[in-house]
């Protein structure tokens, strides 16, 4: 099939082990059945689950030697990926573009958005030097094997990098695959337990940074990073940022000021009507009474917009999670949604 004089490994053992010279390699990390916590750091060496005492291992059959964990983490690293792309002349010439093309009519690129700048105006520092990396996240499940009839849910996680121009950080080679969570359920709100590795590393990148050698200007520099924004759908957003997108509390924006309510029959939650709010204060939409929820002019002001310190303040004030997924159900959480009970009385 090949023509003569190929260099091609010949199994994909010596393959593996031919990329792993490129730093390109990745970390298997044991964790715990019932997804409560990765046999990392503090926990390398334990041989069950301190959580749920799951044991760490599945027992040795017989004549087995090596001993094979209930569940894997297949996880690689990101800081080796970063560096390499100054470490090739190809990418590294790339990697200030947002710095130089940042003044542009139309935005064709995350650079030119407001969340960008006002990054820049809050960490002057950071922005000074146009080496440092912008990140977003980006994870949601999908069923390896779609044709069998037994389901499994797996969940990738994408690195990508925004320094690069359009044209190349949306392309598959700048997409890094960080970490695969393994199944066969979602992770659900444990998949801050997996995440762990990652944020290990982005705590690195962004405090002390890791010194990183320019092939441009041929020169060693300290790389700091920042994860600017997390992409995903509605139920990917819920795992990923805590805030549950069910019920009449599902609405990140308008929180516990809501103007969700339950239908007659189905009672199902609906935010019909919600939108006029936002209008201006004008805005002939208000004023009509007939036309949206009957009876009913809208006159209230669209929630005021939290501030970072106000989130940090509420989420201190949250009871503390045990992560895993005990085998009678969920665990329930102290607290969840009797705000809207009072408020409504009905539910």
């Known amino acids: 099939m090949l023509p003569n004089g190929e260099k091609l490994p010949e199994n994909l053992y010596k393959t ?33 689950c301190p959580v ?10 017989s004549g087995g030697r090596k001993q094979v964990s209930f569940k894997v983490l297949r996880y690689l690293p990101l800081i080796p ?18 710095a130089k093309n940042g003044s542009v009519d139309d935005m064709a690129h995350p650079s030119h958005g407001e969340a960008w700048k006002h990054f ?43 320094n690069l121009p359009p044209w190349m950080c949306m392309q598959k080679p700048f997409m890094f695959l960080n970490m695969v969570i393994p199944g066969p359920k979602s992770p659900g709100k444990n998949i801050d337990v997996f995440l762990r590795p990652l944020v290990d590393e ?23 990073a920042a994860l600017m924004w997390t992409i995903s759908d509605f139920p990917g957003y819920a795992m990923l940022s805590g805030w549950s997108t069910h019920g009449c509390l599902a609405c990140p924006y308008c929180m516990k000021k809501t103007k969700s309510f339950l239908l007659k029959y189905g009672r199902k939650a609906s935010w019909f009507d919600c939108h006029r709010q936002f209008l201006p204060p004008s ?9 949206f929820r009957k009876g009913r002019i809208e006159n209230d002001p669209p929630p005021l917009r939290l501030s970072g310190e106000d989130m940090c303040r509420i989420v201190e004030q949250l009871p503390d999670i045990t992560f895993g997924k005990p085998p009678g159900g969920k665990q329930p959480i102290d607290g969840f949604g009797i705000y809207f009970q009072n408020r409504s009385g009905k539910h």
């Not at 044991?55 to 059959?61: F, G, L, N």
């Not at 805005?283 to 036309?291: G, T, V």
């Open 16 to 48: 593996k082990k031919q990329l792993s010279k490129l730093g390109l390699g990745y970390k298997k990390i044991d964790a715990c059945e019932n997804s409560c916590i990765l046999y990392y750091k503090e926990n390398k060496d334990r041989q069950e």
């Open 202 to 224: 982005l705590k690195t990148l962004w405090t002390s940074g890791v010194e990183t050698y320019d092939v441009c200007n041929k020169q060693n520099f300290n790389m700091r």
């Open 120 to 162: 820049d105006g809050t960490y002057p520092s950071f922005a000074s030097d146009p080496r440092n990396i912008r990140l977003g996240l980006c994870t949601d499940g999908f069923s390896p094997f779609s044709n069998s009839s037994i389901p499994y849910s797996c969940w990738p996680v994408i690195i990508t990098v925004y």
């Open 81 to 98: 990926r970063l560096q390499r792309l100054y470490a090739s002349s190809y990418t590294c010439e790339h990697m200030s573009w947002h």
């Open 283 to 291: 805005h002939h939409y208000r004023r009509q009474a007939y036309k």
């Open 52 to 61: 749920c005492f799951h044991p760490r291992y599945k027992p040795r059959k």
